[in-house]
């Protein structure tokens, strides 16, 4: 009887990958950006199914596959092709990305335990990804918009909105396209949540958003890969990696079909195993972000609960504001921030937050704005406090340790920010929540509490004051 294999790949991705510079701005570059982003969901589902195509074989033995990467089983046999084959795809994710991406792979028998299986892959794997850069690797890459690749990744967000199948060729198969090929090697895949189709959720056009106030907003799991690497058997590793893979793309489509005020106010740019980046209007975000944190602990409480260990448990996100190409190309690389930070943890303008500290920030937005609303105050005061939450506004006011030596100064200061024309028991008793929001309910000790400027940001862009 034939030895079986394992074989595991990977696709790394620079944090410069999905960044568009300005020149490549406006439309063209707003279709760059979703084709990167979509390739990054695309490609590890593709290339494992192009590689059991290339030893015609069934996709029966694709054990696990997402947009970062695949595991699939073979003959010890095909180790030459297999290997020859992963070979030209790592060639071509480099062509086509200007070196921006690359396919680490591991390979490995099927003799032991899984824990021992497991253990050889990921040594292999971290081997290979220190050991297979040339002194090329080193030298500095063009810019995103000098390159030619800028056109590919734009053709894949043109065609995009209108796509039902994805083609390659299998002597090139890093190179897919939502068009069909005539090459002798070519094979076509069906898109959707068949079982025999490339996984695809319905992809929203950015150019038909109605939002007011733009972002994107990028969720992932905590320590992912420490919970699959502590799976105790195959069936069990295979379980955990279906089971985030479908709690996303269904719960995503879910939530914006039955949260009120989102539909068609969020574009869907990605989504793996790990977790998703969506773009649209700002409040419809928070909503999103706020409900999956919910969903995704009862998740977790029920099917993880017999699992050790908080890996895998929890969600981080990041929020950021602006245009598409500057949103988007940030969003990811701010997530990795706030879970580099701390696990459970959400970031939105230069601040780390927990869940319950993003609770109090919306609060102290909801005052910010009735302060404007209800009580005649201007909306220049916003910005006004947001300069005590900058550091060195603030810093003559304060020791070292964070407190201020003369707190009634703070609140003297803040105070005639937050002057109004018509000053009413009501006005006075939001004006006062609203500092105890920002400033603590401790006068003698006060600290200015990091919620404060998220919710202020969050007013501001709520307020048109960008």
Excluded at 129 to 136: V, Y
Excluded at 180 to 198: C, F, I, N, R, V
Excluded at 285 to 306: C, G, H, I, N, S
Excluded at 361 to 389: N, T, W, Y
Aim: proline residues 3%.
């Amino acid at each position: 009887m034939s030895v079986q294999i394992f074989v595991e790949g990977k696709i790394v991705a620079r944090e410069d990958f999905l960044r568009v510079d300005a020149p490549s701005g406006g439309f063209p570059g707003r279709q760059e950006m979703i084709g990167r982003h979509l390739y990054l969901s695309l490609a590890g589902e593709v290339l494992g199914r192009a590689l059991l195509d290339t030893l015609g074989l069934s996709h029966m033995l694709l054990g696990a596959s997402s947009g970062e990467g695949f595991l699939v089983l073979l003959a010890e046999e095909a180790r030459p092709t297999a290997e020859e084959f992963l070979r030209r795809a790592n060639q071509g994710l480099a062509e086509l990305s200007d070196g921006q991406l690359e396919l680490h792979w591991a390979i490995t028998e099927n003799l032991g335990d899984w824990s021992v299986v497991r253990k050889r892959l990921f040594e292999e794997m971290q081997h290979n990804a220190g050991t297979r850069a040339t002194a090329d690797a080193f030298l500095p890459f063009p810019a995103n918009n000098a390159s030619p690749a800028a056109a590919y990744f734009q053709s894949l967000g043109e065609a995009a909105p209108n796509a039902t199948a994805l083609s390659l060729d299998l002597a090139s198969p890093a190179h897919f396209q939502f068009a069909a090929m005539k090459a002798e090697t070519a094979k076509t895949y069906s898109l959707g949540y068949q079982p025999d189709h490339l996984p695809w959720l319905p992809y929203l056009d950015l150019n038909s958003l109605d939002r007011r106030h733009a972002a994107a907003l990028s969720i992932g799991v905590d320590s992912l890969d420490m919970r699959l690497r502590r799976a105790a058997t195959v069936e069990d590793y295979l379980r955990l990696v279906h089971l985030y893979k479908n709690f996303f793309a269904g719960e995503l489509q879910s939530l914006l079909m039955r949260l009120p005020d989102t539909g068609g106010k969020i574009a869907i740019l990605d989504s793996g195993i790990d977790g998703f980046t969506v773009y649209g209007d700002l409040e419809s975000l928070l909503k999103v972000a706020l409900e999956m944190q919910r969903v995704f602990a009862t998740m977790t409480d029920v099917a993880l609960r017999e699992d050790a260990g908080a890996e895998g448990k929890t969600l981080s996100a990041a929020l950021v504001a602006g245009t598409e190409t500057e949103a988007l190309g940030e969003a990811k690389g701010a997530l990795a921030l706030a879970q580099a930070t701390r696990r459970d943890s959400f970031y939105a303008f230069g601040r780390v937050l927990d869940w319950k500290q993003l609770l109090d920030a919306l609060e102290i937005r909801s005052l910010c704005l009735k302060m404007v609303a209800s009580h005649g105050a201007g909306p220049q005061f916003v910005a006004d406090l947001s300069a005590f939450l900058r550091e060195g506004a603030y810093q003559s006011l304060r020791r070292k340790t964070g407190r201020f030596e003369k707190p009634w100064r703070l609140y003297r200061r803040m105070n005639l920010a937050l002057e109004t024309d018509r000053v009413t028991k009501e006005s006075e008793k939001t004006k006062r929540k609203l500092l105890l929001e920002i400033i603590g309910k401790n006068a003698g000790q006060a600290r200015l509490r990091p919620a404060g400027r998220v919710g202020l940001e969050l007013a501001r862009v709520s307020l048109g004051k960008h």
